[in-house]
């Protein structure tokens, strides 16, 4: 029995020796296998940062100049390109410790980037214009006025080469304008004008005095002096004082002038009040004058026929003035957050990867820098990156937003760029570098002097000493020293954007005594609260709510001694900005949602 039970506990002991032998080379297995697995995952995400990296230095490369990056020296990534129509296909293979991770993506041939052709109007309306101000253009060459509505101008306009308008035009004050041309009628007061062309009526009074001028309706004539006269419609001649050159028309003709008139051809009728003026006239109807003024001479010709070609209507490009089209280019793109936070989203800036931050303090308790995260007090809670905007001091702050979206900007400077924001925005005292672009509203306010990117160029936006290394790569070359110009730095203000199909905003309000260096875009209404000075083009779109444009103080147009970086005729079509390629090169487009990870 002894022996018996000495065999059963010694082979209950070899039992559990064995399991626990099992157990132990179980736990070690694993323990190896998770090993295994955490040094596989390193080597992973090693690989694929490698490999995410190549991409995107070759997708820069590709949208900025088209050429296509080789692979690194010691490779850490490799990258292939495969043609695919008008498509590229880009692979990228991070290489990590004997493991790679492979990533694709899709670009789009552009081509070679074109801008879009240059205004021709120094400004262009559309909606009635009312001037009882004064609009003065400086150095325009062939300035042009145009307004898609009714002009009235009872203020001065000075410089101006061309005004044409869709509505009628009426001027009351004493202007020189070159060509005046209207849809409707034109009503001229005072002024001196060399080509008047009315699709409607023309009448003058006063002291109007025109070199040439044509309609296809009626013209009452009632100014010192008009050179030409050419008028489908009847002419009517009711100052006693006028004197007419040439006339002809496909109407009658009446005059109470006792001035000379050099030549008549009427196909109608002729009547001629009082004793009348000097007048060689051929008419196809009956005459009517003071026979014993031997001055008047008068063939009759029935049937008579006076060729006139009639006039055309004046057309307008209309524009379209759309903010939601600026954002890929923004260097600078503002948001606010349910919570009240300021989002900011940097692109194409040095020092800086693209991406989204925060506006909060850094370190030092300082406002206005940029950081990934920051706690409920607005105090960044990881390392800051780069500064945002001065405001009076280092403790003050320079942007505030409201719950309804109104940004107010108020201190001493902005980091350069082109800069967007999500909603109002009322820009306050300061210097800006800065090309302003606002899905609302845009209304400027106290000292607030305004320069748009194109205009400063280089020493403002690429070597600034307020924002040392923090700079648009896509406009600054700070190895060659040289600045890229593209469409868009050339807008100092632009408002206004579609939401759902509906115009939200648009309205530019031009604080007192503002000076504008770029163009003034306003997608609805633009007007102006004092003496305004803006050295570049306009253009107001009246694409939102209805109103008419009331300029009641000064406006100049000041284009002399532009710099060279500032092409006031191009602001862009809103896609995003390219660094001019290699001649014969292309450039592309990432195609969206065509990133494949881990590929392979």
Same mark, same amino acid.
Request: proline share 4%; hydrophobic share 30%; with cysteine.
């Given at each position: 029995?002894?022996?018996?039970r000495?065999a059963a506990?010694?082979?209950?002991?070899m039992?559990?020796l064995a399991?626990?032998?099992?157990v132990?080379?179980?736990?070690?297995?694993h323990?190896?296998?998770?090993h295994?697995?955490?040094?596989?995952?390193?080597?992973y995400?090693?690989a694929?940062?490698y490999?995410?990296?190549g991409m995107?230095i070759a997708?820069?490369?590709?949208e900025t100049?088209g050429?296509?990056?080789a692979?690194?020296?010691?490779?850490?990534?490799?990258?292939?390109y495969?043609?695919?129509g008008e498509?590229?296909r880009v692979?990228?293979h991070?290489?990590f410790?004997?493991?790679?991770?492979a990533v694709q993506?899709?670009f789009a041939?552009?081509g070679d =980037?074109?801008?879009?052709p240059?205004s +021709?109007?120094? &400004?262009? /309306?559309?909606?009635?214009l009312?001037?009882s101000? #004064?609009?003065?253009?400086?150095?325009g060459?062939?300035a042009?006025l145009k307004?898609?509505?009714?002009?009235?101008?009872?203020?001065?306009?000075?410089?101006?080469?061309?005004?044409?308008?869709?509505?009628?035009?009426?001027?009351?004050?004493n202007q020189?304008?070159n060509?005046?041309?209207?849809?409707?009628?034109?009503?001229?007061?005072?002024?001196?004008?060399?080509?008047?062309?009315?699709m409607?009526?023309l009448?003058?009074?006063?002291?109007a005095?025109?070199?040439?001028?044509q309609?296809?309706?009626?013209a009452n004539i009632?100014?010192?002096?008009?050179?030409?006269l050419?008028?489908i419609?009847?002419v009517?001649?009711?100052?006693?004082g006028?004197?007419l050159?040439e006339?002809e028309?496909?109407?009658?003709?009446?005059?109470?002038?006792?001035? =000379?008139i050099?030549?008549l051809k009427a +196909?109608?009728n &002729?009547? /001629?009040?009082?004793?009348?003026?000097q007048l060689? #006239?051929?008419?196809g109807?009956?005459?009517?004058?003071?026979?014993?003024n031997?001055d008047i001479k008068?063939?009759i010709?029935?049937?008579?026929?006076v060729?006139?070609?009639?006039l055309t209507?004046?057309?307008?490009?209309?524009?379209?003035?759309?903010?939601?089209?600026y954002?890929?280019q923004?260097?600078?793109l503002?948001?606010?957050?349910?919570?009240g936070?300021?989002?900011?989203?940097?692109?194409?800036?040095?020092g800086?990867?693209?991406g989204l931050?925060?506006?909060?303090?850094n370190?030092?308790?300082?406002?206005?820098?940029?950081c990934?995260?920051t706690?409920?007090n607005?105090?960044c809670?990881?390392?800051?990156?780069?500064?945002l905007?001065?405001?009076?001091s280092?403790?003050?702050?320079c942007?505030?937003?409201?719950?309804?979206?109104?940004?107010?900007?108020?201190?001493n400077?902005?980091?350069?760029g082109?800069?967007?924001f999500d909603?109002d925005?009322?820009?306050?005292n300061?210097?800006?570098?800065n090309s302003?672009?606002?899905?609302?509203?845009i209304?400027?306010m106290?000292?607030h002097q305004?320069y748009?990117v194109?205009?400063?160029?280089?020493?403002?936006?690429c070597?600034n000493?307020d924002?040392?290394?923090?700079?648009?790569?896509?406009?600054c070359?700070?190895?060659?020293q040289?600045?890229?110009?593209h469409a868009s730095?050339?807008?100092?203000?632009?408002?206004?954007s579609?939401?759902?199909s509906?115009y939200?905003?648009?309205?530019?309000?031009?604080?007192?005594?503002s000076?504008?260096?770029?163009?003034?875009?306003?997608?609805?209404?633009?007007?102006s609260?004092?003496?305004t000075v803006?050295?570049?083009?306009?253009?107001?779109?009246?694409?939102?709510?209805?109103g008419?444009?009331?300029?009641g103080a000064?406006?100049?147009?000041?284009?002399?001694?532009l710099p060279?970086?500032f092409?006031p005729?191009d602001?862009?079509?809103?896609?995003?900005p390219l660094?001019?390629?290699v001649?014969?090169?292309k450039?592309?487009?990432?195609?969206?949602g065509?990133w494949i990870d881990?590929?392979?």
């Open positions: 029995m002894k022996t018996q000495g506990t010694l082979l209950l002991v039992s559990l399991l626990i032998s099992l132990l080379l179980y736990t070690s297995r323990v190896l296998i998770e295994f697995n955490a040094q596989a995952q390193h080597k995400h090693q694929l940062g490999a995410e990296e995107r997708g820069k490369a590709l100049d050429s296509r990056p692979s690194t020296t010691p490779q850490h990534y490799t990258l292939s495969q043609e695919e498509q590229l692979t990228s991070g290489h410790d004997g493991y790679s991770v993506q899709r041939l552009v =980037p074109t801008p879009p240059p +021709e109007s120094v &400004l262009q /309306i559309h909606n009635d009312n001037l101000g #004064a609009i003065n253009i400086i150095g060459k062939d042009k307004v898609d509505g009714d002009v009235t101008l009872n203020g001065s306009v000075k410089g101006i080469d061309t005004l044409l308008a869709t509505g009628n035009i009426t001027i009351g004050g020189t304008v060509v005046l041309g209207a849809n409707g009628n034109i009503t001229l007061r005072n002024g001196h004008y060399q080509r008047v062309s009315a409607g009526n009448q003058t009074r006063d002291s005095t025109i070199v040439r001028a309609t296809n309706g009626t009632g100014s010192t002096r008009v050179d030409t050419i008028a419609g009847n009517a001649v009711t100052n006693g006028s004197s050159g006339v028309t496909q109407g009658s003709f009446s005059s109470r002038t006792s001035r =000379p050099s030549s +196909e109608h &002729l009547e /001629i009040e009082g004793w009348g003026g060689n #006239a051929t008419i109807g009956e005459a009517s004058y003071n026979r014993n031997k008068v063939r010709e029935p049937g008579l026929q060729p006139i070609t009639p209507p004046i057309t307008l490009q209309k524009h379209k003035v759309d903010a939601n089209d954002q890929q923004a260097h600078y503002f948001r606010r957050l349910s919570d936070k300021i989002q900011v989203q940097v692109r194409a800036i040095h800086i990867d693209d931050y925060l506006l909060g303090r370190q030092n308790n300082h406002e206005n820098y940029l990934q995260k706690d409920s607005g105090r809670t990881t390392p800051s990156v780069g500064r905007c001065r405001g009076y280092d403790y003050n702050t942007l505030t937003v409201s719950q309804t979206g109104v940004w107010t900007l108020a201190g400077s902005l980091a350069p082109l800069v967007w909603g925005l009322q820009a306050g300061g210097r800006y570098y302003f672009i606002a899905s609302g509203n209304k400027t106290d000292n305004v748009a194109n205009y400063i160029a280089y020493p403002g936006v070597s000493n924002y040392p290394g923090q700079y648009p790569t896509d406009y070359n700070t190895q060659s040289q600045f890229n110009s730095g050339n807008i100092a203000y632009l408002a206004g579609y939401q759902d509906q939200k905003g648009g309205d530019i309000m031009l604080g007192s005594s000076t504008v260096h770029g163009n003034v875009i306003a997608g609805n209404t633009l007007n609260g004092g003496r803006i050295k570049g083009y306009v253009t107001v779109a009246n694409q939102g709510a209805s008419d444009n009331n300029w000064s406006t100049t147009i000041d284009l002399t001694n060279d970086s092409k005729g602001s862009g079509s809103g896609q995003p660094t001019p390629p001649a014969g090169e450039v592309y487009r990432v195609v969206q065509s881990h590929a392979e």
